[in-house]
């Protein structure tokens, strides 16, 4: 470990997860509200102004964030203090550790390259749960309890038919590691095809995309959150505590959006052009671009759905978990092997 | 007997039950709204409020105001008519005796709009006039409760002349 290596890391670390992810976080929290608002034939927010200037609304993220740092942290009365502060931590550092295994440009340009990359993401996310069970748990609110308890039930499931999802694109790419499963798509079918994640595994994408939305616990499975009927494991949050289960919420849309990026996506791949990202110079930025274009593409594709869709009853939940995606994906899998024992 | 008639549910397909392409239907109206509206904003309507405002109806009920005769006197004859009707019960009224005619006039006359509910009634119900929601100026919040207490002099200063003959000459 060399001191180059610690250093280079944590250029890394806060070119991509600090300044890339934390402040599209924010811009996402504009995002959302601005664009439910045109879908829904409003103007939005637009009057947070400094200077005389309003940029379409985009200081609002700052406005909020001075109001959740000035604002009165409460506690209710009978709730486990250490474990209420705990909370918010727990869901939001497993959030942004997610981001370490993603390969967001070729070569070197990934915090940890490690052999497990997928397998990582899946154990550092279910961590999520114990920000969920413990922030509704501590509040000694009955609201919150219940909220956790949708949380834990709905994130359990879904996390299987995550996990059995992408079975069929290791299958296919031969590998867990996100950073070989990116070069692998690199490939071309039949000599034209870019053999993309989306190509191969049409049905895996699409299930992986309502796996990981019901996991992100946003609308239309927002049923751990139930805004409506204020049955939420945050209720009792307010200030930083409720805007840092905010911000996970929102860096978990990005972090499903970079790991459907990279396993369907192509990662940093621009088709036909370096699939072996060798280049350099001007192609790198390129593909680091590409990558941040697809990203965002999907960030606003999960909005899109957000803001169509109406939420679904909590049965139509669990067995749209168990008895739909689960049988799906297993099928998925022995589909992808048969085809791949066929043509291999 | 009561006539039911029972609409079949349509049927509920595998295309139906299958979700996606329903979900595709329904995320392309939303695309449609997001595109026309961030490139055009021709769907939006929203009105940006203090900067641009909407002209109201021309019936909108407003903060009252008594009606002036043409010497600037209150047209008011405290007969009770209005805060007789008043549902709310909000108009108070004390009635005193005009020097220069045999008439009577409202001393004190307060309408509080904590109570009020616009419905216009005492308007329909005074027999000369006097009293009219025409105003066009909102009945504003207020701190205290003795605020919304509007009396004479507030009514009278948003009121006008008024010549109406309904109920007969006077002099
Ligand atoms: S508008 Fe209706 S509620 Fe208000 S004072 Fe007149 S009669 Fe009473
Ligand atoms: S406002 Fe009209 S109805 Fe009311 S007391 Fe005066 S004259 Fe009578």
Redesign the interface.
Known sequence: MTLTFVLLTLAKILGFILVFCVILAAILTWVERK?SS??????GPNRAEILGFRAFGLFHPIADMIKSFTKEEFVPAGASKTLFFLAPAFALVPTLCAFAVVPFGPGDLVISNLDSGMLFVFAIMGFGIYGVTLGGWASASNFAMLGALRGAAQMVSYEVSMGLNVVGIFAVFGSVSLTAIVGAQGHLLWGWLPMWGIVVQPLGF?LFLVAAMAENKRAPFDLPEGESEIIGYFVEYSAMGFATFMLSEFLEVIVIACIAATLFFGGWQIPWLDPTGTAGGWITVAQVAFFAFKVLFLCWFQM??R???PRFRYDQVMSLGWKVLLPLSLANILATAVVLALVV | MVKVKVVERPPADLVVQSWLPELWKGMKVSGRHFFVNLLTQKGIVTSQYPEVKRAYPPRFRGKHRLMRREDGSVRCVACFMCSTACPADCISIVAGQRDDENEKFPVTFEVDFIKCVFCGMCEEACPCDAIRLDSGVHRAPAYTRKEELNGKEDLLSLGSLSVARQGGEFK
């Open positions: 664009m045109i879908i829904q034939d409003r103007i699409v899109l759905i803001w169509t869709v």
